[in-house]
């Protein structure tokens, strides 16, 4: 621990040391070698330091550590299994509190919260790794998270050192590319925000395994998913109060001192540091006249624009939307230019009996709408607290007028369930800068935008109805990308295409009749600029996304190549907190638990794929989905110490044979939207999820010890995590065939070493 300390400090002492010097641009030129053999003199001097004060602390340090270990040990019997419900609820919760935390504060995180959780995987399993130590440090959990909170903080504070995307295959999302330095830079920061954070959670792993070997392995385990069921649903309440982080580890600091409240010096400590991590957490430097919002899905800071007065909101850091008025007459040569773009799509057909406005923000295109004469406008906006603020601050009021429907549901949802038929469905501005879930790399406005998504929206049109999608195409083979979806909904014909020259926003527009002409005078008279040529061009470049493949924002269908630099970083740090604490790993006749992780975070990320897209991607149903994946899981141990299952070969074969199902049906297009469709989505999702706990549970009583096997169990995560950006290319259907060939090495694994376990106490004896 003390290593690993260490090495954390050092670089986090670089980092912070650079800051100030910091250039963008970077060069490497002899001043700047210079410079950086300084900085790191400067490093390797405060890290002196960090070990000094170390040294000093190492005494208490490693007496509360054994003392916490034994009071686990010689605690009541009788509190044991609330006690190993308590610690798992503690680990799940406490993962998705730092999850949703860290893309909040460093918006590179927004997009890749995988890196995060993965994180937090190999600090569980390198605890239940370690579970038997004589010494759990719980102690330095809120230190940790302290030290994590601030430095953190302090890089944010940079605008722009960190607001870069190292992946070339995903520059279409909107952030810019950076220098060598600067990638570099970002790299070391990633180092640390792994390394700190798996072992913040290193402790907590070892609370949970410690825990479980009081009890029997089936009894631990269903117990330990009980736990992480309540996590759960802990973050979803949590979630459905928008509270802000403060209160979310509030609660991971409270249930962290239940555990050392029969020792005074441990539980005054914990106090003191918890304190001093809330006061770090509450204290936040941005502006403090924009208010902080925690949506169920993103922190949203919302102030004022300086040219106009009024709202203007911010994502994970970045600019996201304004309100506009309108509505008057004097309006300025810019503000003209912005009308013409939102009235743009009304004017170009008629009549407006019905209107659908997908992403409706803070209200600008249904104001649009109601100005046009719409007679009802369906406004749909998935986030409540984006659409709050439009009903609180839009001057021309269009959420309060009665002829506004405001629809708080995710938009392929609403648009595949809906019986309503529209003359109008407009796609604002609509993008995110959230994921899909915490265990996969698909932003959640992807599902918008594939071929099914839109064919779904044309469906939904009257007979002469007209689709306007406006997107801000910030690279040509994203414009041909759109075009080229349009156009295979549209039975082949070439959507109009208008650069409207607001936020470098093209607007796209085809119609539901074959033989509609648009009044191409419009164009002309708002002096935008038509682009249909240009994207018809075929020299242009470009894949169509798909439910299958829905990586909007990558311009073409090409390995991610780049992500192999992540995917390696997070080998080599996770090989490297092994090899620190090498002498305690989990037994290499364990490998079938690794090989059932990968399988199961697999089949996880699809269940929750699809589940989404049959029955929303909403927060709520996303939580509700991991909920029921955990429920499966206990169903299965539940099912195993039932029905006394000793051979796990028929969980197996049913295993494969659901899989087997699920591919072939995920192939064919799925199921109907209807309630039969729905249940069998769920029956046919479910069934692997189900299957699979009873695999895990019956080969759980028959192994070694319960910390042991969760270790490798959680280390096999990992692997299946990094495995699941394959996706990027293969498509989603592969995670299928994935989750298949880990559950066969995992059957193979087993069948061989419970052979070799067989013939060894044999050969012993003779």
């Not at 230190?143 to 430095?151: I, K, N, R, V």
């Not at 080599?572 to 290499?588: R, V």
């Amino acid at each position: 621990m003390m290593r690993i300390l260490l090495l954390v400090g050092f670089v986090s002492f670089l980092i912070l040391i650079t800051l100030p010097l910091a250039e963008p641009a970077g060069s490497w030129s002899a001043m700047f070698l210079l410079k950086g053999v300084l900085l790191a003199g400067g490093a390797i001097v405060a890290t002196v330091g960090l070990y000094f004060l170390l040294s000093k602390l190492e005494p208490f340090l490693d007496d509360d550590a054994r003392r916490e270990a034994a009071f686990l040990d010689s605690s009541d019997p009788k509190y044991v299994d609330v006690a190993i419900v308590l610690a798992a609820a503690l680990s799940l919760f406490m993962e998705l509190a730092v999850i949703r935390w860290q893309s909040s504060v460093l918006e590179f995180l927004a997009f890749y919260k995988n890196f995060s959780l993965l994180a937090c995987f190999a600090g569980l399993g390198l605890g239940y790794a370690l579970a038997n130590r004589s010494r759990i440090p719980l102690i330095l959990v809120a230190p940790l998270l302290a030290w994590q909170f601030l430095f953190m903080m302090i890089t944010r504070a940079v605008p722009r050192l960190f607001r870069i995307i190292p992946f070339r295959e995903q520059l279409n999302m909107g952030i810019e590319s950076g220098s060598v330095t600067r990638t570099i830079a970002l790299y070391l920061l990633l180092t640390v925000i792994f390394l700190i954070t798996a072992i913040s959670f290193l402790p907590v792993g070892q609370l949970c395994g410690r825990l479980m070997e009081r009890r029997t392995k089936l009894r631990s385990y269903g117990l330990n998913l009980l736990g992480s069921l309540f996590g759960v649903l802990m973050m979803l309440a949590a979630s459905f109060l928008w509270t802000p982080p403060l209160v979310w580890f509030a609660l991971c600091f409270l249930t962290i001192l239940a555990f050392q409240v029969r020792r005074p010096a441990s539980l005054f400590t914990g106090i003191a540091c918890s304190l001093v991590a809330a006061i770090i957490l509450a204290w936040w430097p941005v502006d403090r006249l924009w208010a902080r919002v925690y949506s169920p899905y993103q922190l949203l800071e919302i102030g004022t624009s300086h040219d106009t007065g009024l709202t203007s909101i911010r994502a994970a850091g970045l600019y996201y939307q304004r309100i506009h008025n309108l509505s008057g007459q004097n309006l300025t040569g810019r503000e003209w230019l912005v009308r013409e773009y939102y009235d743009f799509a009304y004017k170009m057909h008629s009549p407006l009996n019905d209107v659908a406005v997908v992403g409706a923000g803070t209200g600008n295109d249904v104001a649009a709408a109601l100005r046009a004469g719409a007679g009802r406008v369906d406004a749909i906006e998935i986030d409540p607290a984006i659409m709050l603020a439009g009903k609180m601050n839009h001057p021309e009021r269009p959420y309060d007028n009665p002829r506004t429907s405001a629809i708080n549901n995710d938009a392929r949802s609403f648009l595949r369930n809906t019986s309503q038929k529209y003359d109008l469905i407009v796609y604002g501005l609509l993008d995110s800068h959230t994921l899909l879930s915490q265990g996969s790399s698909v932003r959640l406005d992807s599902f918008v935008y594939t071929v099914e998504g839109l064919r779904e929206a044309r469906n939904r049109l009257k007979p002469d109805g007209v689709l306007s999608l406006s997107f801000a195409v910030i690279s040509d083979a994203l414009g041909r990308k759109i075009y080229l979806m349009l156009q295979q909904v549209f039975d082949g014909r070439s959507p109009l295409c208008v650069r409207a020259g607001y936020d470098g926003s093209v607007i796209f527009l085809e119609s539901n009749d074959p033989n509609a002409t648009f009044p191409m005078q419009v164009v002309a008279d708002s002096g935008f600029e038509s682009r249909t040529a240009f994207y018809a061009n075929p020299a242009l470049l470009a894949d169509v996304s798909t439910d299958d493949w829905p990586f909007f924002y990558m311009p073409l269908r090409v390995y991610p190549a780049s992500y192999l630099v992540m995917v390696f970083q997070i080998l080599i740090l996770s090989l490297l907190l092994g090899w620190n604490f090498f002498g305690e790993t989990p037994q290499f006749s364990h490998l079938s638990f690794f090989f059932l992780g990968a399988g199961f975070m697999l089949i996880e990320t699809k269940g929750i794929t699809e589940m989404g897209l049959t029955f929303g991607n909403t927060w709520q149903v996303i939580g509700i989905v991991i909920a029921g994946i955990l429920t499966m899981a206990f169903l299965g141990n539940w099912a195993v110490g039932w029905l006394k299952i000793k051979r796990p070969m028929v969980p197996y074969l049913l295993l494969w044979a659901a899989l087997a199902i699920g591919w072939m049906v995920a192939r064919s297009g799925g199921f109907g939207s209807t309630s039969v469709g729905r249940l069998e989505t769920a029956i046919v999702l479910t069934c692997p999820l189900f299957f699979s706990g009873i695999v895990f549970s019956t080969l759980l009583s028959s192994r070694g010890s319960v910390s042991g096997l969760m270790a490798m169990n959680l280390l096999g995560a990992i692997c299946g995590g990094l495995l699941e950006y394959n996706s990027m290319y293969f498509g989603f259907r592969w995670l299928y065939l994935a989750a298949m060939g880990c559950y066969l090495l995992a059957f193979v694994s087993d069948l061989v070493f419970a052979r070799r376990e067989v013939a060894e106490p044999a050969t012993a004896r003779a």
